[in-house]
């Protein structure tokens, strides 16, 4: 009979202990970065680690006054700039250029300190890649 009770205590224990352990770990948000992939040995190895911050930090970072003077060049950045993206989209030469001009204009009024005028430099750019046609493949 002690041994069942032990049994039974020790499961509630373990239970209890990855509760608290799984509440600690949902008070991070982690966002992409992480990066696994399986070697040619059939292991399953993670090369990079996800980026995790508190609640309390990525609410401040969302309040923060120059937010979008730096999300925006970001994924800018992604759709534009980056391989993948220039995939995605049936850019011309001549649009390419423009998207990365207005994104180093408005870089450099966010740097001003004149966020508004740098937000719609972003966004114009962000409307060009928004209406550039998806790549033919």
């Known amino acids: 009979m002690k041994k069942i009770f032990y049994t039974i205590t020790v499961l509630f224990l ?3 202990t990855s509760e608290i352990t799984y509440a600690k770990e949902s008070d991070k ?8 992939v ?11 680690e996800p980026v995790c911050i508190s609640k309390s930090e990525y609410e401040a970072k969302l309040q923060s006054k120059d937010y979008l003077c730096n999300y925006y060049p970001e994924y800018i950045w992604k759709e534009s700039e980056r391989e993948f993206g220039k995939k ?14 207005l ?3 408005g870089i450099s009024l966010c740097k001003a300190g ?24």
Do not use: H, N
């Open 88 to 101: 995605q989209y049936a850019y011309t030469e001549e649009s390419l250029k423009k998207i990365a001009s």
């Open 114 to 137: 004149k966020r508004k005028e740098g937000e719609e430099k972003f966004i114009e750019a962000i409307r060009i890649i928004s209406f550039t046609p998806p790549a033919k493949e």
């Open 14 to 16: 373990t239970t209890l």
């Open 29 to 36: 948000i982690c966002g992409g970065g992480g990066l696994s």
């Open 38 to 48: 399986w070697t040619k040995d059939g292991e399953f190895k993670t090369v990079r």
């Open 103 to 105: 994104k180093e204009e």
